[in-house]
């Protein structure tokens, strides 16, 4: 009997064997878990590209059908001098060819996106909208029109000028703009290397009510792609303006900092200011789209992926662009016939 039991001790795991083996199993867990994040954020990256790849092959279609690209919104002064505005941009004009034929239908294209009867569809999240890295992806809940889905996918839409206003004056030198329905042959850049669509982060955090800016205000000389922001653009941290933390959480919306981007900064651009030194975009008056001009902003484009973002460019290429990118680069690639001659190496 006695020597069963000291048997039986001897094939017991000890305390220190025990802790030993977990250890190990830990060290395994450690060595793991990173290759699994990041094969899971390769294929956050995969549909990602692909979404970009679906809203590129819809701009198309439209343009087949259309015979020109969306404008961003269409702005008009009737007589008496006030301004007749249809909110509703890109986003919402190529849902047919989506496969969210219903949901166009249901928009009253020619009312606000905030008007009663269409609460019901702005308030929807489209997926193809969303990039799976976007960890904000639920509606904002906007106090004065309900609830409206996200977007992570902004249209080129100027460098630092956005628009003249409904006076008239130079137009955007991007694909995208207020009353602007451009057709290919205007790309006289060449369509692979002029950007449609970029990158964005949803509920991003931007600077407006400030007023004017202060040495931004001819759209024929605008700040350099590499200028310092807080010496160009000093309202980034000026007393009084509104710091908000939902850009680019409403795709049914005209304004550049909802639905769109500029190639002011090069994408993700360290940027002074905002909550927690949040890196803030700046679009001091573009809110000026709904009441006149000329609008300026520095929407930059960003993303939650490491290292840059994907971009969308007119042929229907996709490329993920490097923070790095040269600013003049980046700048040249936003316009459609600045005569720019940008070599395929330099990003």
Known sequence: MRQRLKACRRNAFTLIELLVVIAIIAVLISLLLPAVQQAREAARRVQCKNNLKQLGLAIHNYESVATCLPPTAVIVTLPGGALWTSYLGPHARILPFLDQGNIYNSININTSYGDLANLPTVGHVTNVFLCPSEPNRQPVENVSFGIIG?????????????????????????????????????????????????????????????????????????????????????????????????????????????????????????????????????????????????????????????????????????????????????????????SDVVSGDSY
């Not at 100027?158 to 006076?167: H, I, K, L, Q, T």
């Not at 009084?240 to 993700?268: D, K, M, R």
């Not at 929407?299 to 003049?328: A, L, M, N, P």
Request: hydrophobic content about 30%; glycine content about 12%; overall charge negative.
């Open 150 to 338: 996200g977007v992570n996918y902004g249209f080129s839409m100027g460098d630092w000028y956005v628009w003249s206003g409904p006076a008239g004056g130079p137009i955007t030198r991007s694909a995208f703009g207020v009353n602007l329905s451009r057709r290919w042959g205007n790309f006289t850049d060449g369509m692979s290397q002029t950007l449609m669509m970029s990158e964005v982060k949803n509920y991003q955090p931007y600077v407006r009510d400030c007023g004017s800016l202060a040495s931004i205000h001819d759209p024929n000389n605008i700040p350099p792609p590499d200028a310092d922001p807080q010496t160009v653009a000093p309202e980034y941290q000026a007393a009084g303006c509104t710091f908000l933390l939902n850009a680019h959480s409403q795709w049914a919306e005209l304004t550049v900092h909802h639905i769109g981007f500029t190639t002011a900064w090069p994408p993700n651009k360290v940027t002074p200011g905002g909550p927690g030194n949040s890196y803030p975009d700046v679009d001091l008056n573009s809110q000026r789209e709904r009441t006149g001009g000329p609008t300026f902003a520095a929407v930059t484009s960003r993303s939650h992926h490491t290292g840059g973002v994907h971009s969308q460019f007119c042929d229907g290429s996709v490329k993920f662009i490097s923070s790095s990118i040269d600013g003049k680069v980046w700048r040249a690639l936003g316009t459609v016939s600045g």
